[in-house]
């Protein structure tokens, strides 16, 4: 017998929790730095491509896919095919999250202690390199960073204990569109900046020169880890979705909606960085370095550096917990655990690789694999490996194995709206899709050369 599964109560909730989980620090935090690290505007086109021919089409796949089973992803494919191949993009998409939260939890522990730095306004007459100084000496210490991140962690189990409905919807309907005006008033006053026009330049002006096979892979692997893509979450995320959900339109929205504030973030770091003299390429502390210069500068710029790191704390959330969703509807649905239990046992073991990364920035620096440290290593593994390859599984499943009736009914919630570009669909799923993931793939680790 199946259990009653919850349902998102309104058709907003439905995208604001999508766009919930789409919407985080890969935006604000992870964007930026790497479209600063290989070049800016080169960077961003491949990225911009990928989001539409690759990015749209698999989160389709996925709705279609999670709908209609209504499981978690091992059920999903369990249901939908006898053979028991596809569980591998279950397997995947498990170890995807584990890695990602991982060191998600690292940075979204940043995000709270900068909370707590803007409330003691510590920002306040601090130059640009004083600024960068306060956060090398917090991110390579030893106790802080873990504490807020341990902090971060088990407020996202908190929440995910909860449950569904009461858990995610409530917390993305009214802050998100905060957080995207604060940005727009970040971006007028970047623009503003004496010499932040280099800073446009910098993320508008491609240049094509810069690109390398890391480029390329780290573009892919953004526009996947972005749109919360190729290890199920979405997929988990439909299964909960009502039967007028158009899957079309939603994957539509929740893709421009992501891109735009990437964009936006894009648009107030850039300028500062170019305006204050900061390193473009300077890494996953970007952000951090580059964002309290501006609140520095500005009217009001005490209370607007509070609620920017407070809604960037709940951006992470929003993100976090359909992270950790994954492994808890696994374990609960699959394994026959507690709710409760299962998110105890999957954060606690999460935190525990998560301090890892924590401490990779300063006291492990000098472990690493492959010249990485680390948190760069599960990212790059997480990000760069799994979710492509899950996300090339998806699209061919969906494009060879599904059955077309289940695709067409699926898009047109029954026949009830009108299916428009199914061929251009079925074009994607089938060949474009699955056919650049792999030579992206190979190019990059260098199997291939082009
Ligand atoms: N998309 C989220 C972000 O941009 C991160 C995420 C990745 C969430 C993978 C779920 C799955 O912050």
């Not at 972005?226 to 009502?242: P, R």
């Amino acid at each position: 017998m199946q259990k009653k599964r919850d349902n998102f109560s309104s058709k907003f909730g439905v995208i604001a929790a999508a766009a919930g989980s789409a919407i985080g620090l890969g935006n604000i935090w992870k964007f930026p730095y790497i479209a600063g690290e290989n070049g800016g505007g080169a960077f961003l086109i491949i990225y911009l491509v990928f989001i539409i021919l690759i990015g749209v089409p698999v989160m389709m796949s996925e709705f279609i896919i999670g709908r209609k089973a209504a499981q978690n992803v091992f059920g999903a494919f369990r249901s939908l095919s006898k053979s028991g191949f596809w569980k591998i993009i279950g397997v995947m998409g498990v170890l995807a999250a584990f890695f990602i939260l991982s060191f998600y939890g690292t940075v979204a522990g940043w995000t709270i202690e900068y909370l707590y730095l803007a409330v003691k306004n510590s920002f306040a007459g601090k130059d640009a390199a004083q600024i960068e100084e306060m956060f090398t000496a917090f991110s390579t210490s030893t106790y802080k960073p873990v504490i807020f991140q341990i902090l971060f962690m088990a407020i996202t189990a908190l929440i995910v204990i909860r449950g569904i409905k009461k858990g995610i919807e409530k917390y993305t309907k009214i802050l998100m569109p905060m957080l995207i005006v604060i940005i727009l008033y970040l971006d007028i006053t970047a623009l503003s900046l004496k010499g932040g026009m280099e800073g446009l330049k910098f993320l508008f002006q491609p240049d094509f020169s810069k690109v390398t096979p890391k480029c390329v892979i780290d573009a892919l692997g953004h526009s996947f880890f972005t749109l919360s893509l190729g290890m199920g979450v979405l997929m988990t995320y439909a299964s909960y979705f009502k039967n007028d959900t158009n899957l079309t339109k939603t994957s539509i929205s929740v893709a421009a909606a992501d891109t735009i504030i990437a964009l936006l973030a894009g648009i107030a770091i850039f300028p500062a960085v170019f305006a204050f003299n900061t390193e473009p390429a300077a890494g996953p502390g970007l952000v951090f370095i580059t964002l309290p210069n501006i609140f520095e500068q500005i009217p009001g710029g005490f209370l607007f550096s509070i609620l920017f790191f407070l809604l960037l704390g709940v951006a992470a959330l929003t993100s976090s917990i359909s992270i950790l969703e994954v492994v808890v509807a696994y374990l609960s649905e699959e394994k026959q655990i507690s709710r409760t239990k299962a998110t105890i046992i999957a954060t606690s073991l999460i935190t525990v690789t998560g301090v890892l990364c924590t401490l990779s920035l300063g006291p492990l620096s000098s472990f690493g694999i492959f010249g990485l440290n680390i948190f760069d290593l599960l990212d790059f593994i997480a990000s760069n490996i799994l979710l492509p390859l899950g996300g090339m599984l998806i699209s061919i499943f969906v494009g060879w194995k599904l059955k077309r009736h289940i695709i067409t009914d699926e898009l047109s919630n029954y026949g009830t709206i009108r299916l428009t570009s199914i061929k251009i669909f079925i074009f994607l799923v089938r060949y474009l899709a699955p056919i650049s993931i792999l030579i992206v793939f190979l190019h990059g680790v260098g199997i291939i050369k082009l």
